[in-house]
C-alpha cells in the first residue's frame, strides 16, 4: 500500500485535515499529482482563521447618520484640457485594460463562456469581439498597443483562450492580449471546519468573488509587469455589458487631474427599487450599498426637488492606479473575504460516498470588488448617461435581456447618427424603424462618426457599419 508524503501528511494534521489522503493509495499517480498540487495553493492557516471568524459580521453596519449621498462629477462638464491630459495617457501607454469574464452564460441558457455570447444587434458579435474591437480602435487611434487582460476562470479559460485563437484574436496585436486565472478557495463544512472534497483525490474549490480579479493580478505577477512596462492605470469592465466606453480620454484625464487611486463611474438609479448596488460615503469613505441592504425607506428618500438622495447607481466600470492595487494585494491593506453559506454535494472519504445536502452544509469565501474603494485616500464618481454606457445581459427575459441590451444598442446607435447628421427613421415610440449596429473599429465615438459619414447620409434599411 502507497502511503502519502511524509511532510504532506504533517502540514494537513497540523490543521486537522488529515480526511482529505484518505483513499490515497487507490490514485492514480496523475490524481495523486494534481491532489498534491491542489494543496500546494491552499493556505490552511488562512482556512483556519476564517473559519474561527466565521459568524464574525464582515463589517460593522453603518449608521443611518454615517451615510451621506457621494459627491459626484457630470461627464459632460469635462474640459477639453482634462481630455486632453487623457490623450496623453493613452498615447504613452500608461492604461490597460482589464476584462472580468470568469463566468459562465448559465442564466442565458448558454453554456459557454458568457463572454462568447452573441449581442450584435445585426453582426451578432460576441461580447468579446464588441470589447476586443473596442480595445482595437483605441489602439490604432493611439498609436499603442494597449493591453487587454482577461480575466477567466477555471470553467471558462480553456475555452476563451481557443474562442480568442480561432478568431485570431480580432485583429489584435500578437502578446497584447494576457489571460489570467481569477483565484479560487475550497469550501469547508459548515460544522467542522473540515475541507470538503469534490470526489476522491480532489479538493472542492469554487471562484474566490469579483475581488479576487485584483489579488490574482498581483499573485500571477502582471501587476509587477505592467508597472515595468510604464502602466500606471487599469481600466476595470464587466464582461456583460456591451456599451461600455472603454477607457475614454476624458475619465482618464479627470482621473489623473484629481490624483484618484479609484475612480467609478455611476449611473443614475431610475426608481427607488432598481436592483443595483449605490455608491456612497460611509463614515467619510467611498463605498457601496447593496440594494439588498438598503432599507426601502431610505432606498426612496428624496431632496427637495424630487430627486433620489441616494441615486448614484454602480455599473461596475472602474479605473484603478496600479500603485493603489499593489498596496491593497499584499499586507495589512489585502481585501478581506467575505463567508457565504451555501449547499455543496461533496464526496464523503468515510463512506466513499458522494452526499447531497437538503441544508446549508458547507462555507465558501468570497472577495469583493468594490471592498476597495473604502481602502482609497482620494476617489472620484463621474456620472454618465446610462443609455449611452449601460446594457447588461444578465437574464434570459425581461430587465437586463438579450432584447433589451439589443434595443439599447440600436438607439445609441441611432442618437448617434443623428448627431452626426444622418437621417434616420424613428417610430412614434421614439425607436429607429431599423436595425442600427456601429462596429468601434468604423467609429468609437460621436466626433469620429461625423468625420466619416458622407453629407447627406441616410438609413433606409438595417445598417452596419463596420
Not at 500578437?174 to 486565472?181: I, Y
Not at 443609455?387 to 448617434?416: H, M, Y
Amino acid at each position: 500500500m502507497m502511503q502519502a508524503p511524509e511532510d504532506l501528511l504533517h502540514r494537513l494534521r497540523r490543521y486537522r485535515q488529515e480526511h482529505i489522503l484518505i483513499g490515497w493509495d487507490r490514485l492514480q499517480p496523475r490524481e495523486r499529482d494534481h491532489l498534491v498540487q491542489q494543496l500546494a495553493g491552499i493556505d490552511f492557516a488562512e482556512l483556519e482563521q476564517l473559519f474561527a471568524r466565521r459568524n464574525e459580521p464582515h463589517t460593522l453596519l453603518p449608521t443611518r447618520e454615517q451615510i451621506t449621498p457621494l459627491p459626484v462629477e457630470a461627464a459632460s462638464q469635462i474640459s477639453a484640457e482634462t481630455v486632453a491630459r487623457g490623450d496623453a495617457a493613452l498615447r504613452a501607454g500608461e492604461v490597460a485594460v482589464l476584462l472580468v469574464a470568469g463566468g459562465q452564460g448559465s442564466r442565458l441558457g448558454f453554456d459557454r463562456p458568457k463572454g462568447v455570447f452573441p449581442v450584435g444587434p445585426i453582426s451578432t458579435a460576441s461580447l468579446f469581439r464588441v470589447h476586443a474591437e473596442k480595445v482595437r480602435a483605441l489602439s490604432l487611434r493611439y498609436g499603442r498597443a494597449i493591453p487587454f487582460l482577461v480575466m477567466t476562470s477555471a470553467a471558462t479559460h480553456a475555452d476563451t483562450e481557443a474562442y480568442f485563437a480561432d478568431h485570431h484574436f480580432f485583429g489584435l496585436a500578437p502578446g497584447q492580449v494576457t489571460f489570467f486565472q481569477q483565484g479560487t478557495m475550497p469550501a469547508l463544512d459548515r460544522e467542522t471546519g473540515r475541507v470538503l472534497l469534490e470526489k476522491p483525490g480532489s479538493v472542492f474549490v469554487s471562484p474566490n468573488g469579483h475581488g479576487g480579479t485584483l489579488t490574482a493580478l498581483a499573485d500571477c505577477g502582471l501587476l509587477t509587469e505592467l508597472k515595468s512596462r510604464g502602466v500606471r492605470h487599469i481600466f476595470y469592465l464587466q464582461v456583460d455589458n456591451p456599451l461600455v466606453q472603454i477607457a475614454e480620454p476624458a475619465y482618464i484625464g479627470r482621473h489623473i487631474e484629481t490624483y484618484a487611486e479609484v475612480s467609478s463611474k455611476v449611473v443614475f438609479k431610475e426608481c427607488p427599487d432598481e436592483k443595483v448596488g449605490v455608491l456612497a460615503m460611509i463614515a467619510g469613505r467611498c463605498g457601496i450599498i447593496e440594494y439588498s441592504d438598503m432599507p426601502p425607506e431610505m432606498a426612496a428618500e428624496r431632496d427637495g426637488t424630487g430627486t433620489l438622495v441616494f441615486r448614484a447607481g454602480n455599473p461596475a466600470i472602474h479605473l484603478f492606479t496600479v500603485e493603489f492595487l499593489e498596496r491593497i494585494t499584499a499586507g495589512a491593506d489585502r481585501l478581506a473575504y467575505h463567508v457565504a453559506r451555501k449547499k455543496v454535494p461533496y464526496f464523503d472519504p468515510a463512506t466513499d460516498q458522494t452526499v447531497l445536502p437538503t441544508l446549508e452544509n458547507a462555507l465558501k469565501f468570497e472577495l469583493f470588488v468594490f471592498d476597495a474603494l473604502p481602502l482609497a485616500d482620494r476617489t472620484l464618481a463621474i456620472s454618465v448617461d446610462r443609455e449611452e454606457e449601460f446594457a447588461p445581459v444578465k437574464n434570459a427575459v425581461g430587465v437586463d435581456s438579450p432584447e433589451t441590451c439589443r434595443q439599447l444598442q440600436i438607439n445609441r446607435a441611432a442618437r448617434w447618427l443623428q448627431a452626426a447628421g444622418a437621417d434616420v427613421p424613428m417610430t412614434t415610440e421614439g425607436h429607429s424603424v431599423y436595425p442600427l449596429e456601429i462596429s468601434p473599429l468604423f467609429a468609437y465615438d460621436v466626433a469620429e462618426l461625423r468625420a466619416k459619414l458622407p453629407p447627406g447620409f441616410r438609413v433606409t434599411g438595417p445598417t452596419l457599419l463596420e
